[in-house]
């Protein structure tokens, strides 16, 4: 195997794997986003139909 090829696998798992620290960490905050939209559903659905209803055509 050439050298360079090892080398060359090695940077893109070094990679990947800064890349999936990153992805790991933020996961708590993706959950919380998530929880946070289902939770004020209603109170933003009913915003946005007042706001509609008060567009004129």
């Known amino acids: ?29 993706l959950l919380k986003a998530v929880i946070t939209f289902f939770d004020t559903f209603g109170t933003n659905a009913d915003a946005t139909s007042a706001a509609f209803d008060g567009l004129s055509s």
Do not use: C, H, Q
């Not at 360079?4 to 940077?11: E, G, V």
């Open 1 to 29: 195997m050439d050298l360079s090829l090892l080398a060359d696998s090695l940077d893109d798992y070094s990679t990947f794997g800064g890349n999936i620290g990153d992805v790991l960490v933020g996961i708590p905050n």
